[in-house]
């Protein structure tokens, strides 16, 4: 079974600082690799995705995340922290189990930005 | 535009009693999903359904039961709730969970938080 490894369960940066949020995976074949942020009291909504072509992935909000195969990771950054993006960040990847896609998330990383 | 919609948002409960969580999504997705989410742990899958009848087991499914008695609705039933199906629980639902067909990308309700006393 695969797995997602979110390093750091807290980040705390100053608003207009760098944000780099870490994920790495297990996966014996390419997998298809997403990025969904909860604020709070709300449910996830999708932030990026990875499925093919360009390792690098723009997704809404300013974030990226680039896939390294390599390295088995794809972390998220963000060039210039807002106060509005703190919230909980959960990396995910898919699972082909009996057929079907499922999502493995990792357990999370709550992002904190102070002024 | 509604997309996944669970009730009830918030319900306490005590030891041993019973009830049931509904999701209803208004996009036509084949597959839907409840999720539960604890402190420290992410989301773990509960039980999923790939079609309106179908159902199978996640990653933790004691202690519950489903049903998906219609495309658009995916039921989550306690009989007995413990204090350890405290939680807050999350229904998503996807266009396809086929290998090579789709992304697997799933679209999430807003959460039933559920206290067992």
């Known amino acids: 079974a695969q797995s997602v490894t979110q390093l750091g369960s807290h980040v705390s940066v100053s608003e207009g600082a760098l944000v780099l949020l870490r994920c790495n995976y297990s996966?014996?074949?390419?997998?298809?690799l997403f990025w969904y942020v909860q604020y709070p009291n709300q449910g996830l909504q999708l932030l990026l995705k990875?499925?093919?072509?360009?390792?690098l992935v723009k997704g809404i909000n300013g974030f990226e995340a680039e896939f390294k195969k390599s390295e088995t990771s794809f972390h998220l950054t963000k060039p210039s922290a807002h106060m509005s993006d703190a919230a909980e960040y959960f990396c995910?990847?898919?699972?082909?189990?009996?057929?079907?896609?499922?999502?493995?998330f990792g357990a999370g990383t709550r992002l904190a930005v102070h002024p | 535009n509604a997309g996944v919609t669970q009730t009830p948002k918030f319900r306490v409960l005590k030891t041993g009693q019973s009830m049931t969580l509904l999701c209803a999504q208004d996009m036509n997705h084949e597959y839907m999903y409840w999720y539960r989410q604890d402190p420290g742990m992410g989301l773990r899958l509960i039980h999923y359904s790939v079609g309106e009848g179908t159902t199978a087991k996640g990653e933790v499914p004691d202690g519950y039961n489903v049903s998906r008695l219609k495309k658009q609705n995916f039921l989550l039933g306690l009989e007995s709730a413990a204090p350890s199906q405290t939680s807050v629980y999350f229904c998503?639902?996807?266009?396809?969970?086929?290998?090579?067909?789709?992304?697997?990308?799933?679209?999430f309700g807003e959460g039933s938080r559920l206290t067992v006393l």
């Open positions: 990875y499925t093919t072509g360009a390792t």
């Open positions: 995910a990847v898919s699972e082909v189990s009996g057929g079907y896609n499922k999502l493995i």
């Open positions: 998503a639902s996807s266009y396809s969970g086929l290998a090579g067909a789709g992304t697997g990308e799933l679209f």
């Open positions: 996966s014996s074949v390419p997998p298809y």
